[in-house]
């Protein structure tokens, strides 16, 4: 069992570089969400979706974008990168919002 | 705006001594969520509770959800070392109930 997978586990980007962070689970799950970690904040909600076609923001959505073109991938990208979206981001699936979430492993991003 | 506060953020115990987090929101919740994320880890799920008053335990592990549904507290017996780590409570937002709303979470240091 895969369970949630992210890719890279690291990654370093240039200020302006953009990239894809990329999230897939083989649960069969329809919820799933990305979240940004950074010290003393927690885990805070970047964006959400509740099944494939379907997304919505988060608390901390700006400088990201996300679709779900499969219920198994979630990918975020990251449009324009900047130093404050140095994080570790997390990819999470559950089978609906309040029920037992599933973290991937974390995406360490460093941005320069 | 709806808040989720867990105390303590920190905590250092001496092995085989108790420890408790304390989870309170502003706002009533439909269930809760508890968490624990080692050390460069991810978040693992531990426990959901729904009724008021419920109380559950896991070994060690003793979770309450008060009677108003606002608040919730994790208790652990005689702590050891493999407890280390950060404990999240998380409960549905009430704006949409299709968002979780984190705690800050409690670190746990145990000495041994």
């Known amino acids: 069992n895969a369970g949630v997978t992210q890719t890279p586990k690291f990654q370093v980007l240039k200020t302006g570089q953009s990239m894809t962070l990329q999230c897939a689970q083989d649960m069969n799950h329809e919820y799933m969400s990305w979240y940004r970690q950074d010290p003393g904040m927690g885990l805070r909600l970047i964006h959400y979706s509740v099944g494939a076609g379907i997304t919505d923001q988060g608390e901390v959505p700006n400088g990201y974008n996300v679709s779900r073109s499969t219920t198994e991938d979630f990918p975020l990208r990251l449009l324009s990168a900047a130093p404050s979206q140095t994080s570790v981001y997390f990819c999470?699936?559950?089978?609906?919002?309040?029920?037992?979430?599933?973290f991937g492993q974390g995406t360490r991003l460093t941005v320069v | 705006g709806q808040q989720v506060m867990q105390i303590p953020q920190y905590q250092h115990v001496q092995e085989g001594e108790d420890f408790t987090t304390y989870c309170n929101s502003s706002t009533t919740l439909s269930n809760i969520q508890w968490y624990k994320q080692r050390p460069g880890g991810h978040p693992v799920f531990l426990i959901q509770?729904?009724?008021s008053g419920e109380v559950k335990k896991q070994k060690r592990l003793t979770f309450q959800f008060g009677e108003a549904k606002k608040n919730s507290s994790l208790h652990i017996t005689a702590t050891q070392t493999t407890d280390v780590g950060t404990y999240f409570c998380?409960?549905?937002?009430?704006?949409?109930?299709?968002?979780?709303?984190w705690g800050l979470g409690t670190s746990l240091a145990v000495n041994p």
């Open positions: 998380a409960g549905p937002w009430a704006g949409n109930n299709r968002k979780l709303i």
């Open positions: 999470a699936s559950s089978q609906q919002m309040n029920t037992e979430a599933f």
């Open positions: 509770l729904v009724k």
